[in-house]
């Protein structure tokens, strides 16, 4: 059989998580070349997973031969510049979120991957998370009636790579980081109704000695649809990663935790190796999480690109849904600043989408 050759850039934590992805679970894919911009990351990453090639160079990479995909786990700031190259390489690209960190550069990447005749599909693992996925065809066989009322938080103590807290890099804070899983969740749930306004409130509670971006903040977005979609976001939340939705409808109601439901409920008197995603200590109660990539829903969005790529056929979430959470994002951060509510379509004449907070 023909294995899809995979190209990964970026060698941080996402990255690990998408390799055990293919190495596990996507047969028909095979990770041949790794880039990194430090050499040195780039090679222990590769000996580590057992890829063949690391580079530090990009152009360098996108030589490599063979490659078909490139799967972009980079800092926020170079998704563009990465997507671009790989387009003029005709290259079929994946990106994890953000899309970017600005709607100029959201257009560009769109505009050069359909120019190249390439793929371009934007990452969210909450549309095809296996639990998520359950919720959304209970909903869609009628389970809960008509959808009034979304919510969705993901919530943890910050993230692990300092490049986030610094809004040059990132374009925001957590809301840049997870409220744009919530967006795109709803989007998903909705089947993208159009987003009719949107209110937000954010402060730095927890880190501001470490950021000058937000580090907890609540969104209400209303829909053209008259669904209101409610997303609680924090890297202020002690005791590991906490990810969950509710689905309000007239006729039922549906909570579902994407962690705690795939957890052993451990107590240990001196720790152990790993419990779960942010969490910083083992010791006392824990909730010991067991296929965690699975339960996420990595395997299953890589898998569906490299069918698509295989087959030629669509992604079912695309740059164009990427550009549709990053306009929702621009918005709630003018509407923190603001406090009231604005409404979409909204254009700022700006660079990044935390400018418009402070």
Known sequence: MHRTKVAILGAGFIADIHFESYSRFIPEAEVVAVYSRNAEKAKAFAEKHGIPASYDNLDALLRHPGIEIVDICLPNFLHAEATLKAAAARKHVIIEKPLAVTLEEADAMIHACRSAGVLLMYAEELCFAPKYERVRQMVREGGVGDIYM???????????????????????????DMGCHAIGWFRWMLNNSPVRSVYATMDTVLHKGRTDCEDNSVMIIEFDNGVTGIAENSWAKHGGMDDRCEVYGTGGVVYADLFMGNAAVSYSKHGYGYAMEKADTTVGWSFTIFEEVFNQGYPHELKHFVDCVRNNKTPLVTGEDGRAVLEVIYAAYASARAGKKIELPFHPKTERPIDLWK
Request: net charge positive; hydrophobic share 20%; proline share 4%.
């Open 150 to 176: 979304l919510k969705q938080g993901e919530k943890h103590s910050g993230p692990h790579s300092d490049w986030f807290y610094q809004r040059q890099y990132s374009g925001g804070g957590v809301l840049m």
